[in-house]
């Protein structure tokens, strides 16, 4: 199964338009949401009354002090680095903020009186939905720390799900998640070829960057294309430049198009109107396609048309 | 800043001190509301707390840039002390440290530098030192004064450059934009704690909607006094977001419109309200009804 | 000496793990009394330094040779430090990686890729 993993840097660029379009398009049977803070995927692609598959996600520990045998020596909060205790009358005592505590333990080891213990704590829920096609999602609790481990447990979630069907899947499409951090890097772990989406602006290129010099650490194929490429075309020529400089496989530009607004608003994906964004993504997606199932050439330049832009 | 002076502030009509603009998701224009308020102001302060991906200054260009590294406190082995109890190895939770060959090896990038092990180590063999896991860049942009927190790609943690970015807010009562992370976790949290009024910047789309939800959920949760600037906004056009205000009783202080030729300035890093006189009406007209908004929110007797 | 290999099942005829550090379990061969052991890799569930767990694991368990498709920096650190041989595994069953390393047709891995420091707190 060949998994592609769209990626943007930067937020707002059109990552999920760009992943819906091309699940669309390949009918895929299987895909996943890895962006966990904000899930939009199913949005646009999950429209039964299906009930998924729900399960808890624990991350690190949170501390909990019982005030009962508290002492109040303050060791506790002195010694805490993040802030996270506080003595508060209104709550009884001495309580720990669970949104700033970090898990480290040292209270508990610090307490004299064994008033502070780590008790696990629930920090998202993942989602598997299975009729139809398989669709492996998350939601990260509010306040949680960004989770690799749980972009990492979508992944897992869409492997096993996939492992029991009765026919191979040949694709997985993977929507990925904004930045340039951990859930970035855990999404791309183990797929075959990664899509940029940029945005021409000078925000969008410097993301970008960022997340090429992410790929490349781990040795993964990387295409870019650029959305909204008429909104800037001075960026948008930095952006292929910048492409046939590192060699880097381009595979179009997509223009701005307010039936994307129209397309998402109806909880649809924006090639199943006539329109010029979606003509713009079927060609990028067949250039996508044949770099995922053919190969990417071997450092060649001149393998990509790049249309002139003024 | 002390209880007589703050009175004093409050007293003169609720002067904001410090804004925090955020929104569900990035790419919303939360940097460019904040930018752009910043520079409306006859004076003010930005702050930005995106340190994975500060963007900022790359409107500013600040002026006489001053850089500041930041730290924390990275554990070091004293391994003669050492008597290979493995019990720093055994408590850290972040396991940042293994015991190889009779020594005991420090994971730099893993460690949240909690200070733990130092604590539990029955032979005091273990010190801390300095690591710099990012930087503060500081300098002026005419009338607005710019401190960017930038995270070293790799390290485990933003919050403590999120504090110290935080920690050059003026104390006299200049307004203070303060640019959030996108998302509703921790470190959207942390740069929060401090504002005095959130701003949250939505888009008019379903995904909009949806992610205005998650964020204002977290700012009630934290009890700010609260409103939504509309950002793309298409004329004609049903805005999920606005009805999802609507419903919930948000208070909309401005519509900022889908507008091809603010796209093009801004996404060639310039800052709108100095490009053109009709934008700097625009963002001056929207940090008044901010300000309306935040008075109205701190009467004298409300607890802060 | 002592062979492992991170594993999906904890069976002979398993499947090589694609993540080493998150493999569920290792496969432990152990070349002078041929037997075949299986061991439960307690670093999976971690929220971070899940290849500096895993690698800590695997010398205590006293491994001389490792046999695996890929492996992170700092598992590498660790391993590395312990004189531990790292081999690049080639086929997709453990049984297989085996008969070839014992004909010495494995080599040995020498590209590490950067952490996915994928604990509940990054960028937090």
Known sequence: MKQLLILSGKGGTGKTTVASAFVALSKAKAFADCDVDAPNLHLILQHSDEQPVLTPYYGLQKAVIDTESCIECDLCRESCRFDAIENLKEKGGYVVEPFACEGCSVCEAICPVGAVRMHPAVAGELKLYKEGAVFSTAQLKMGSGTSGKLVSEVKKQLKEAVQVLPEAVDLAIIDGSPGIGCPVIASISGVDLVLIVAEPSVSGVSDMKRIIETARQFQTEVVVCVNKYDTNPGQTREIEKLCETLQLPFAGLIPFDGMVVEATNRGQSVVAFPCSSGKAIKEVYAKVMKLLFEGVPKRVTGFHNIPVVD | ?304 | MKIAIPVDENHPGTAVCASLARAPYYLIKDTVSNELTFIENTAANSQGGAGVKAAQLLVDQQIEALLTPRCGQNAAEVLTAAKMKIYKTEYPSAKENLTAFNSGLLATLNEFHAGFHGHGDGGH
């Open chain 2, 1 to 304: 800043m002390n209880s007589t002076l703050a009175s004093m502030v409050m007293e003169m009509g609720g002067i904001s001190m410090k804004i925090a603009v955020l929104s569900g998701k990035g790419g919303t224009g939360k940097t460019m509301v904040s930018v752009n308020l910043a520079a409306a102001a006859q004076r003010a302060a930005y702050l930005d707390c995106d340190v994975e991906e500060p963007n900022g200054h790359l409107y500013f260009k600040p002026e006489n840039p001053v850089e500041e590294p930041v730290s924390v406190k990275i554990p070091k082995i004293d391994h003669d002390a050492c008597s290979g109890c493995r019990q720093c190895v055994d408590f850290c939770k972040f396991n940042a440290l293994a015991y190889i060959n009779k020594k005991v090896m420090v994971f730099d990038d893993v460690c949240h530098a909690c200070g733990g092990c130092a604590i539990v180590c029955p032979e005091r063999a273990i010190s801390e030192w300095d690591k710099t896991i990012g930087k503060l860049l500081s300098g002026t942009s005419e009338t607005v004064e710019v401190h960017s927190g930038f995270l070293k790609p790799g390290q485990a943690s933003g919050v403590p450059i999120i504090k110290e970015v935080l920690a050059k807010a003026p104390g006299d009562g200049t307004l203070t934009l303060i640019d959030c992370p996108p998302g509703s976790a921790c470190v959207v949290m942390e740069s929060i704690k401090d504002a005095d009024y959130c701003l949250m910047v939505a888009e008019p789309t379903l995904f909009g909607a949806h992610n205005l939800a998650m964020v204002h959920e977290l700012v009630r949760l934290f009890e700010k006094p609260h409103g939504v600037v509309l950002n793309k906004c298409l004329e004609d056009s049903p805005n999920p977001s606005e009805v999802f205000c609507t419903e919930q009783g948000i208070p909309v202080l401005g519509e900022i419109p889908f507008d091809l030729e603010l796209g093009a300035i801004n996404s060639n890093g310039q800052i709108l309200v100095r490009a053109q006189a009709h934008y700097a009406a625009l963002f001056s007209e929207l940090l008044l009804k901010v300000k309306e908004a935040d008075a109205r929110e701190t009467a004298p007797d409300s607890q802060r």
